[in-house]
């Protein structure tokens, strides 16, 4: 069989469910790490789970070099900063975990905030073509009460219009529902309502219900 772009909607893999993870990983006496997404659980005696990490990324290296990660579930109602500070901006240039609240477990990090987290060591990887695919064995593991967050879900939160977005930004004064095209988080700090001229801190996140 050849794979023929022209023919193929690999926008079928969207529907394909993942969880989002952050991944934490040694650097020298900081953390690197990033957002991941490609996360399986393989064997469960022992339990293990392989990780597909970018080979452009400095997670990978440090992956490589430490053979041991920390994996932090990321809950359904993560803040996007979260999201931002870990999946659009690398180690190389940013100490992603200064900032973030956060414990250390096995000598690693895990997100305060987390839905659950497991601390891995790195049994073998196997190199493919744009990724590395880490084999993983837990050698700790806690579950926490909240729910995760799914790929799609986050794919959701993302899209505008309302229907598929699962919180919106309202006034606190006045009611009025933000909806704009710029996520209501990158808007500028001198944001003020519409409505009422309130300041962009007196707007609060209110989940949706789903129609
Ligand atoms: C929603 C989302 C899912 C992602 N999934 C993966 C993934 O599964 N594997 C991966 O290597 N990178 C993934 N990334 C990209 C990395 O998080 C991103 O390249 C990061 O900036 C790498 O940082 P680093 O250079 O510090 O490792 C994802 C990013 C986002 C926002």
Redesign the pocket.
Known sequence: MRFDKRMTDLNALFKFTYG?YVVGVKDGEKF???????VMQTTVEPPTLVL???KK????ELLLENKAFSLSVLPDDVDTEI?KN???????TAD?WAAVKHRLRNGLPVLDDAAAWVVCDITDWRELST?TLFFATIVDAENGAKKPLS?TD?RERKTKGGKTMKYQWVCKVCGYVYDGDTPFEELPDDYVCPVCGVSKADFEKVEVKEK
Request: glycine share 14%.
């Open positions: 989002l690197g790490g990033c957002v991941v997404d490609a597909c990490c970018g990324t400095r997670t990978r999201i870990f999946g659009f901006q690398s180690a190389r992603k990724h790929y986050y």
